[in-house]
């Protein structure tokens, strides 16, 4: 019997778990170059798990220079079929206060210049981002949150930005009447290269700061943000150890689709395409061969 294997994504402050069963640290090399680190193949609760640090140890790339597409390659080269992403944001919203979490369900790309596709040509797909997270993983992420007494809003829209400079006022006011709920810099193009990949994928944001539309309120700093980002890493460990404790069972297709996502996007033959045009996509189109 399969289990699911989860890939874990922590983001700003989010750079180990505790308190895990560490088996291996995994030097995955891609066709898109290596990941920001090494992936750590862990056992949590009886689970394995591959765990990944966006920026790097030490937060060594900013938002504009994480190689996403290689970070996605990787999760998927590890045989991960879901990934929980995590990622500190600001909030747009005033019940979205410092130290909440949201479970995002839809996307804003603010962002550009960042590869964004596995499919750049020859072979060429066109994947549905109508609903870019995983229900199934969102739903049981929301009993994790809620175990933990952690204060959680279901649903929201997260604006993603360029970075890595924090937002205008003028910026943070258009992102409130456009009817954003949080920003932040990183899930896209990482919630795109996830479906590509047919990896269910989901976002906890926590929140860390009111961006700088709050007139009451400091305007997002890093010394501001790192304040809150203790205790809020403190309460994704929790999140993820209660998880880790109630996920049970064999792998099994999503109900949501994600892991057939390309079922009716690839525009190609891929049989007809030479070694050259799947190298770079081999194992995300291995399926259909």
């Not at 891609?30 to 680190?37: A, I, N, Q, Y």
């Not at 040509?121 to 549905?128: F, L, Q, R």
Request: negative net charge; contains cysteine; charged residues 20%.
């Amino acid at each position: 019997m399969v289990q699911m294997r989860t890939g874990i994504i922590g983001g700003s402050g989010l750079y180990e778990i505790e308190g895990i069963e560490i088996l291996d640290r995994l030097n995955i090399d891609t066709p898109f170059g290596p990941p920001s680190d090494k992936l750590v193949l862990a056992c949590i609760n009886g689970h394995e798990a591959v765990f990944l640090p966006r920026h790097g140890r030490g937060h060594r790339f900013p938002p504009h220079r994480i190689n996403y597409r290689a970070n996605i390659y990787a999760m998927k080269l590890a045989g991960v079929s879901q990934i929980i992403s995590i990622s500190a944001v600001g909030s747009l919203r005033e019940h979205i206060a410092p130290g909440h979490f949201v479970l995002i369900d839809q996307f804003v790309d603010r962002t550009h210049s960042r590869d964004s596709t596995f499919f750049d040509g020859p072979v060429v797909a066109h994947v549905s981002m109508a609903d870019p997270v995983c229900s199934r993983l969102s739903s049981l992420l929301s009993s994790a949150c809620k175990a933990a007494d952690i204060t959680l809003h279901e649903g929201g829209s997260y604006l993603v930005m360029q970075g890595p400079q924090f937002s205008s006022r003028a910026e943070s006011e258009l992102y409130r009447a456009w009817g954003m709920d949080v920003i932040g810099m990183t899930n896209l193009p990482e919630a795109k290269l996830a479906r590509e990949a047919e990896i269910c994928y989901a976002t906890v944001a926590m929140s860390t700061d009111y961006d700088c539309w709050h007139g009451e309120e400091e305007d997002v700093n890093v010394a501001s943000l790192l304040e809150v980002m203790g205790a809020n890493v403190q309460n994704a460990q929790a999140m993820l150890h209660n998880y880790f404790s109630d996920v049970s069972g064999p792998a099994a297709p999503c109900p949501a689709g994600c892991n057939a996502s390309l079922e009716n996007a690839i525009f190609a033959d891929l049989k007809a395409q030479n070694d050259d045009a799947l190298k770079p996509i081999h194992a995300i189109v291995e399926r259909f061969l």
